[in-house]
């Protein structure tokens, strides 16, 4: 845990002759190489892609007709490790660099020292579109969406940097940079690549989509396969603070979110997640917990309430709570049965929040061009 997970030298790592507008190879499923035309067998190709480490010894049955296909065919860079911030706390935050020179975070946060388990919270998007006022990436407005071997090959260069050294160890949450749902088919089509039994193998109960409350977008993932867990970040309990916060709420209010949530059928052991970000004085007072309560309803039973203290940050005057504040919400949520829990603040002094850190790399600009 927390190093590098050996590589073996790969027939496709000669940089392709032209990036631009070719396919990445991480974002290719069996069926896309058999419908290319590859030559040889799509599922061995596939897994060589997806599990390289377990090559070590060399890739044997790679022929030479096949490599030079794949490397003449697609764009077969990793995103590459721009920046490296270690915490205290054991994560790293990395800043990635895209084939476009775009630069997104992805943040590696290994649990307990005797559980060799691994959290990496990934970006699904380079900034964002839904412009909360609290969020640093959210004041970077949107550049563009991640293609799906983007978002696998974040997942794959941060396994490279970082480990863990048994890769099925992995849970994976899209708490990074953007919002998943703005772009779910990549997001959907990464999922089917990193749960896939030849590659990384990621359960879906390992791996949680987190939306900022996009209805429509919630209402099809609903019935997509393989479908991941879902994470939403309420973060207000009016429909006037939270349009206020989060202006998604103005075309999807509380209410018409609610109905989505209760539409969504629940797997075997499987929870939703409500996200609740405590700003001071903006939605952290006993009444705010109340209408929490109220607004979970059924829910409240066996589904998880995670609160998160706001991660300050230039780009907002928002501040968090106290430490009294936050324990007095969580008291008021337990004593309304709800199932509470609160984010371990991770990373806090290497910019945890998500875009903070481009964001920093740039200064005030709204712009990233490079990083
Ligand atoms: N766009 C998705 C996923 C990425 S944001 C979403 O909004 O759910 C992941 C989580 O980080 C969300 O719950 C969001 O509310 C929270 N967040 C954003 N900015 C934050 C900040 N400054 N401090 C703490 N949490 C923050
Ligand atoms: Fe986008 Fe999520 Fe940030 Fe809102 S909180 S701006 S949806 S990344």
């Keep these: 845990m927390g190093h590098m997970v050996e590589f073996a030298p790969r027939p496709w790592d000669r940089p392709a002759p032209e990036r631009a507008g070719r396919l990445s190879i991480y974002g290719m499923l069996p069926e896309d190489f058999t419908a290319m035309g590859a030559p040889g067998r799509a599922e061995h190709i596939f897994a060589m892609i997806q599990r390289p480490w377990e090559y070590r010894d060399g890739f044997p049955r790679l022929s030479r007709e096949i490599r030079e296909w794949l490397v003449a065919n697609l764009d077969t860079a990793l995103p590459e490790v ?25 943040v590696h946060m290994p649990r307990e020292v005797r559980n060799p388990r691994v959290t990496l919270c990934v970006s699904s998007q380079v900034g964002c579109a839904m412009g909360c006022a609290f969020c640093a990436t959210g004041t970077l407005g949107i550049r563009r969406n991640l293609s799906a071997g983007e978002i696998v090959g974040q997942v794959l260069a941060a396994l490279r940097e970082l480990g863990p050294e048994r890769p099925h160890a992995i849970t994976l949450v899209f708490m990074g940079m953007g919002e998943p749902l703005h772009n779910l088919e990549q997001v959907h089509r990464a999922i089917q690549i990193l749960n896939h039994t030849r590659g990384l193998n990621i359960s879906t109960r390992r791996i949680t989509v987190s939306t900022s409350g996009l209805v429509p977008g919630i209402e099809r993932l609903a019935h997509m396969e393989p479908r991941p867990w879902l994470a939403v970040s309420l973060n207000a309990t009016t429909d006037e603070a939270r349009s206020a916060l989060m202006p998604v709420n103005r075309a999807w209010g509380l209410a018409r979110l609610r109905e989505a949530l209760d539409a969504w059928s629940l797997g075997d052991r ?4 409500i996200e609740y970000v405590l700003v001071a004085g903006q939605n952290d007072t006993m009444e705010d917990a109340e209408r929490l309560a109220e607004w979970m309803g059924e829910l409240r039973r066996g589904h998880n309430v995670n609160l998160i203290r706001l991660n300050e940050h230039e780009a907002a005057s ?11 919400f969580v008291a008021r949520l337990k004593a309304l049965n709800c199932f509470v829990t609160v984010r371990k603040s991770r990373g ?15 200064g005030p600009s709204k712009r990233i061009e490079n990083c």
């Excluded at 806090?348 to 740039?362: E, F, H, N, T, Y």
Aim: hydrophobic share 30%; net charge negative; proline share 2%.
């Design 348 to 362: 806090r002094d290497i910019q945890g929040a998500c875009g903070q850190l481009v964001k920093k790399s740039k």
């Design 270 to 273: 499987e929870r939703l997640t």
């Design 82 to 106: 721009a920046e490296r911030h270690a915490s205290e706390d054991g994560s790293t935050k990395l800043m990635l660099r895209l084939g476009d020179g775009e630069c997104i975070e992805a």
């Design 318 to 328: 928002f501040r968090e709570p106290d430490e009294a504040q936050v324990n007095a």
